[in-house]
């Protein structure tokens, strides 16, 4: 209860350093300002991640197969020779 209760007041503290930034700040203090609300956000998705959790990412393999035969010109000649003498044979 109290890591939750702890989570939501780290939760109101993003809004507010993410809205005062100092003035006139240097590329440093805009830097550690930024580690603070990385660093918040983080904790509170681990500790509430129900409610602040990254969202679920699906994802979808497809894969298509090509079944297609190459065949040399001969190969294409001897198969269709095959063929005729097989329809031969039926009738």
Do not use: C
């Amino acid at each position: 209860m109290a890591r939750s209760v702890q989570a939501e007041r780290w939760a109101d503290e993003l809004v507010t350093l993410s809205d005062s930034p100092p003035e006139n700040a240097t590329a440093e203090q805009v830097a550690v300002v930024k580690l603070q609300a990385d660093t918040r956000k983080w904790i509170i998705g681990k500790r509430l991640p129900k409610k602040y959790g990254d969202a679920p990412v699906t994802s979808v393999n497809v894969s298509q197969t090509n079944n297609a035969w190459v065949l040399t010109v001969e190969r294409q000649r001897a198969l269709q020779e095959t063929w005729r003498k097989l329809k031969e044979l039926e009738g």
